[in-house]
């Protein structure tokens, strides 16, 4: 009577022409995502203190941005700003032993260097995180290491020099109307 049974049931599996699915990895294909889209590359949290003022610069800048670029895309496009700014720092100074103008003696003068307006000096109570792609981690990483070796600047005052940076580039190079990816913004930051 065994026998039976499990001939029935070996018939049964071969009449089956299709492979038996998972009715729990069906529903978990078929379950809309929710959330941020996915990127190509992963973007990783850094946390940062922002002030209310650079929270709001940050939605009036995603308004800036081309179509195809979101809010999202903002701190990436800082970090770039500040990095070809620095970048240019270096090459004023090629050929000495120093990587910073001897002109340039804390993080205020950076921002009277480059014209922009200076920050809030009360430390910003709140943290939030930012997203970053890889590349963009490692670039602000090298340059908190060279602002916090010369003047002591930390992570969050590095974030917010690079956002009045993009803020300014931003209303010299406007891009509202363009059909830029971020690829092509980034290509226009190190070509300015």
Partial sequence: MKSDKARDRAREREDDEEPRVSTLKELMRDKPRRGRPRRQVARQNVYVALHPEQKTQLDMLAGLLPAALGRADLPDLAVSVLTARVEALRTAVTGRTREIPEGVTDLESLYLLWDVTLPNREPADKWTSIRLSPQQV?????VH????????AN???VFGLALALLAQFLERHPLAEAEMGLS???EMIFRN
Wanted: charged share 30%; glycine share 16%; no cysteine.
């Fill in 155 to 157: 992570r969050s005052e």
């Fill in 145 to 152: 290491g060279t602002l916090n070796a010369a003047f002591g």
């Fill in 184 to 186: 092509d913004v980034r």
């Fill in 138 to 142: 490692l670039e602000l990483g090298r």
